[in-house]
């Protein structure tokens, strides 16, 4: 078994620790936040993910938590980089904190093998390898080993991932990293270290692209009277496309999806390779949240004193995460036409980044009053909206599903409009009630 220090303590970092952890190895996660310290040391988990707190406490005492870089790195064979790379404002990926974390790297006695989880442009790894050669640490190995886990669903993801990629420039390298692996069943991926960071980027812009493709075909069948869940269905159902990732809605969102085409895009630019498909990915991406306001606007009209209930605000069900969530630009797109927004969300709270919004403790309690109850994350205890006493508790009882999470007939037997994401609109619905001026607060 191998003592391995991992840098970052979010939603990778954390997994990837409890998950090495689990498999046998005595590992000591570091962080900067001293309060991130804190509660992980008094056994608290700083954010919602699916049984990670379990594999927290069950795996406790192979488990350490530090502010300390020489205590992280205290006898550790591996060091695994998990820090944030979040997006600049010129779309490239910042790295500043993972430099941080290789200047902070000291000489060491023993050999130190150092291995990027975080998602970083290709060419990242050759630059860190001659940082740590002019450095004196041409000891230490560097290894690209990108993460795949998607939130919600991380610690299954880890411990039952469809590949593990490993990059690195002496197999012997490659060998170090993939044996930690031993005990889970997969297929390892060997190849050099840009090939790596490659994989990672490329197939985050081909998950984006899948949904953006769908997206277009819900935007045609709107017009054309067809339903896109069906469509989609038929699609999946061929071998050669498979049905993951064809679900329509209003557009991805999240830590990872945005950041990572962006800075794919960007790599490509400063390359000197247009990279148009994903221009266009991205622009469809944000064009669907907009069409979600239009539909508003379809029924209800201008939005100026209307109420409207924003039902889920992470990014996805699972998480409390609402870095890029469509919530946000839904929220203040909303706030912008005049509307009174109330929002709803099981696990996320948005309450220091959208002002103006009420934040209500219940999904009934947000469609109180409503003109319209927008599904943004398909949280599955949102099927409970059809029932009578939302509809009679609300002034127009309006769903804009930004999920197709309901099903039309059922909603539109409930006495709801309905209106989804590429699915043809019910004709014969209620008329829409005039806002009362009065009624809504300003
Ligand atoms: N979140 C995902 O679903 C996911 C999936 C695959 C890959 N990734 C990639 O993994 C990386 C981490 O993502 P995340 O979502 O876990 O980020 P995060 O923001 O949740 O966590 C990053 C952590 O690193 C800490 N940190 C910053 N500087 C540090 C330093 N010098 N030393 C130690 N800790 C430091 C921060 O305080 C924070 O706790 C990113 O590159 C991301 O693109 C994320």
Known sequence: MSRIAVFGAGYVGLVTGACFAELGHEVMVRDIVPERIEELRAGRVPMHEPGLEELLARNAGRLGFTLDVEEALDGAEFAFVAVGTPPTYSGDADLSAVWTVVDSLPKLEQGLTLVMKSTVPVGTGEKVRANLDVRGLGGVAYVSNPEFLAEGSAVRDFMHPDRVVIGAFEPEHAARVAALYDSIETTVVTTDVASAEMIKLASNAFLTTRISFINEIANVCELVGADVMDVARGIGLDHRLGSHFLRAGVGWGGSCFGKDVSALKQLAGNSGYHFQLLSAVIEVNELQKRRLVAKLEKHLGKLRDRSIALLGLAFKPGTDDLRDAPSLVLA???????????????????????????????????????????????????????????????????????????????????????????????????????????????
């Open 332 to 442: 203040s797109r909303l706030l912008a036409e005049g509307a009174e927004v109330r929002a709803w969300d099981p696990v996320a709270d948005a309450s220091h980044l959208l002002h103006g919004v009420t934040f209500c403790d219940s999904f009934l309690e947000a469609v109180q009053g409503a003109d319209a109850a927008v599904i943004v994350t398909e949280w599955p205890e949102l099927v409970g909206l059809l029932v009578p006493g939302v509809r009679d508790s609300m002034r127009n009882p309006l769903i804009v599903d930004g999920r197709n999470l309901l099903d039309p007939a059922a909603a539109h037997a409930a006495g709801f409009r309905y209106e989804g994401v590429g699915r043809p609109s019910l004709t014969h619905q209620a008329p829409v009630v005039a806002p009362d001026p009065d009624a809504v607060a300003q």
